[in-house]
């Protein structure tokens, strides 16, 4: 009669191979391919190629990772690294050995002087939590009329037309993302009195942008029939703030409707 309790089965050993695996001795391309999939630089940089000698070899030596620079505020704070992070993006850039064609993070008046002299070549630029004058970011930015997607988030307000000197300084631009960082009267503590960055003169011919978004403006009619006017391409319009208006009339409004997605402060102020 056969017994019926359970066969039990032993786990194979691991071989001897798998064992003795040696990981540091991986081919470089394996290893690049590997580490492009970590994200951004951060998880390389504290992470990866301190594995071994090897790792950090292979990590610094390859232009290629570098091609994108993108490193999380969030993280940051998380990885105690509230100071130093300059030297640590200014690194990531040079190991891009020029070939840096995208940047998003933390930046300040320092960090982006060397992002002009030494990422010349930008196409996708994301500066967060701005500490650079106003003065400097128009100069900054004419440093890269070849730009594609940027954007700037917390410029000083008021803000002296920036988003003019943005258009004229990168016409080829398709994304564009501006927030601004609204400044309180003195005396005054209310939401009420926000001195907002003001949306109200002609911008220049945009003939590829096809996404805007203005966070904290104050926006006229002529300001929104200007942008509509300019942009041809446009699919999304996001703007956040105030709207002055006087009358939204019928060829504004049909305007409007060319923009597939539109967002615009609902109420005025005026008066």
Same mark, same amino acid.
């Given at each position: ?5 359970? %066969? ?5 050993? &691991? $071989?001897?191979?798998? *064992?003795?695996? +040696?990981? *540091? ?21 504290? @992470?990866?190629?301190? *594995?071994?000698? &090897? ?6 030596? +390859? ?11 969030? &993280?940051?704070? $998380?990885?105690?690294?509230?100071? !130093?992070? @300059?030297?640590?993006? %200014? ?6 050995? @020029?070939?840096?064609? *995208?940047?998003? !993070? ?7 002087? #060397?992002?002009?002299? %030494? ?68 005396? #005054? ?6 001195? /907002?960055?003001?949306?109200?003169? @002609? ?10 978004? /203005? ?5 006229? =009619?002529?300001?929104? &029939?200007?942008?509509? +006017? ?9 703007? =956040?703030?105030?709207?002055? #208006? ?10 409007? =409707?060319?923009?597939?997605?539109? =967002? ?8």
């Amino acid at each position: 009669m056969p017994s019926s309790s359970p %066969r039990r089965y032993r786990a194979k050993p &691991a $071989s001897a191979g798998a *064992a003795a695996r +040696d990981w *540091a001795a991986l081919p470089r391309d394996i290893l690049s391919a590997v580490f492009l999939r970590l994200g951004p630089c951060l998880e390389i940089m504290r @992470g990866a190629e301190l *594995a071994c000698a &090897a790792w950090r070899r292979a990590a610094v030596e +390859d232009p290629g990772l570098w091609r994108r620079v993108d490193i999380d505020v969030g &993280a940051l704070a $998380s990885a105690g690294l509230r100071k !130093g992070w @300059g030297a640590m993006l %200014r690194a990531a850039v040079d190991r891009g050995a @020029g070939r840096c064609e *995208a940047f998003s !993070g933390p930046c300040d008046q320092e960090l982006l002087l #060397y992002l002009i002299e %030494r990422a010349n070549s930008l196409k996708n630029l994301h500066l967060l939590c701005l500490d650079v004058p106003n003065e400097v970011l128009k100069v900054a930015v004419k440093k890269y009329p070849h730009l594609e997607d940027l954007e700037l988030k917390y410029v000083s307000s008021p803000s002296d037309d920036m988003l003019i000197s943005v258009c004229q300084a990168c016409p080829r631009l398709k994304k564009l993302k501006l927030t601004f960082s609204p400044c309180f009267d003195e005396g #005054y503590g209310d939401d009420e009195q926000l001195v /907002l960055d003001i949306i109200e003169q @002609g911008i220049p011919m945009m003939s590829e942008l096809l996404s805007l978004q /203005l966070f904290q403006c104050d926006l006229t =009619t002529e300001g929104l &029939a200007s942008i509509l +006017d300019n942009c041809p391409l446009l699919e999304s319009l996001h703007i =956040t703030g105030s709207f002055k #208006y006087y009358e939204m009339d019928d060829e504004l409004q049909a305007k409007c =409707t060319r923009v597939k997605n539109l =967002t615009i402060p609902k109420y005025s102020i005026h008066g």
